[in-house]
Every structure is written in C-alpha cells, then in structure tokens.
C-alpha cells in the first residue's frame, strides 16, 4: 500500500467532509468566545485522537479475512456516496447549514450551562472544553466511518497524516473566519461532491481488490 494514495484520499474526504458540520460550527462559536488558538489546540487534538482510534479499528478489521474487509469498505464507500448524492438531489437551492449550526450552539450551550461557565475562562479549561465539545460530535460522524474505511483499505501512516491535516484545516479555517465562509459555503454543492469522492473511491477500491 503507498502511504501518497492513503494520505491524498484522507485529505480530500476529510476536508470536504468536515467543511460546515457540526464539529466546524462548534469551533467556530467557541472562537468568539474565548482565544482563538486555545479553542484551535482544543478542537484539533480531539481530532487527532479520533483520528488515531480510528485508524486502529480499521486495523483491527483487517484481522478479517481479506474479502470481507474489502467488500466492506467498496460497500461502505458506495453506500455513503448515494447517500449523500440522494441528500444533494433532495435538497431546495444551495441548502442550508442552520441546523448543524443550531446543534453546535445547543452542544456548547449545554456544557457551559452544566459547568456554570464564568466569563472569563483558564487556558486549560478552554482547551478542555473544545476537546470534549468535538470529541463527542465526532464519534459516530460519517468522517470517523470514513476514516476507519480508508485505514482497512489503504497505508494506515499515510491515513493519519491526511486525515489530521485535513482536520487542522478545517479547524483553522473554523476559529479564524469561520461566519464568513460558512456564509458563502454551499451545503448541496458539498454534500453532492463528497458523494461524487465517496463513490470514485469506492470505485477505486472495487478496481483495485477485486478488478
């Protein structure tokens, strides 16, 4: 397995995939609330640990016996693309971003509310705050299922490092100009490319193991 192919694929699903989700929105209302870097260490190393368990899952199921691992993930890649393609074409003009931006306010609202939050907050108590905000969004995400697909299927090294910068990416953007592009992103256009992407690569991965 070349580490490029794990590492170009990662990037690019991840990066699409988190562009307006729930976990972008959640970086994004933090950074008007607190400093944007503690907020940007927060987010980003809860991303690195999901990254990171999930790659081991992947490697844990490739314990099974090749076909089924393969199947699986050609499955899974399909799967997620016509879904999302299905939700594209559903979807009335360019689509809209409010409710992901509704949970991700419920989420902080909820944690602060239960912390009690005073105005002005410790440095760790900020990072800490942005890593459990995002880690518990992310756990189950579609991104996360991606990523345990991709390290079944492709160099597991290659698949972290993609994942984590495409992760970092999203999180930069998020805490710096996060209003400003979340007003100009398209959900239908997003949503209809990162099918088109999930389906190529499941493609891809029916070409390479059963082709």
Not at 71 to 100: I, W
Not at 189 to 206: K, N, P
Request: proline share 3%.
């Amino acid at each position: 397995m070349n580490p490029l192919t794990g590492f170009t694929a990662a990037l690019l699903l991840i990066t699409l995939s988190e562009l307006g989700d729930k976990t972008f929105f959640i970086g994004m209302i933090l950074a008007t609330r607190h400093p944007r870097r503690w907020v940007f260490l927060g987010v980003t190393a809860a991303l690195f640990l999901m990254t990171v368990l999930s790659v081991l899952i992947g490697q844990v199921a490739t314990l099974l016996p090749p076909v089924v691992v393969n199947g699986l993930t050609v499955v899974l890649f399909l799967g997620f693309g016509l879904k999302l393609l299905y939700d594209a074409l559903r979807m009335k003009g360019a689509g809209s971003l409010e409710d992901e931006q509704i949970a991700a306010m419920e989420a902080v609202e909820a944690l602060e509310k239960r912390e009690q939050a005073a105005a002005v907050r410790t440095t760790p108590g900020v990072v800490l705050e942005a890593f459990t905000l995002t880690f518990v969004a992310e756990w189950g995400d579609r991104t996360q299922l991606a990523t345990i697909a991709l390290a079944a299927a492709q160099h597991p090294v290659g698949v972290v490092l993609g994942a984590t910068l495409g992760h970092a990416i999203c999180a930069a953007i998020a805490v710096i100009c996060g209003k400003l592009v979340a007003g100009c992103i398209s959900e239908r256009w997003l949503t209809l490319i990162g099918g088109l992407l999930f389906i190529l690569f499941g493609i891809i991965a029916a070409i390479e193991h059963f082709g």
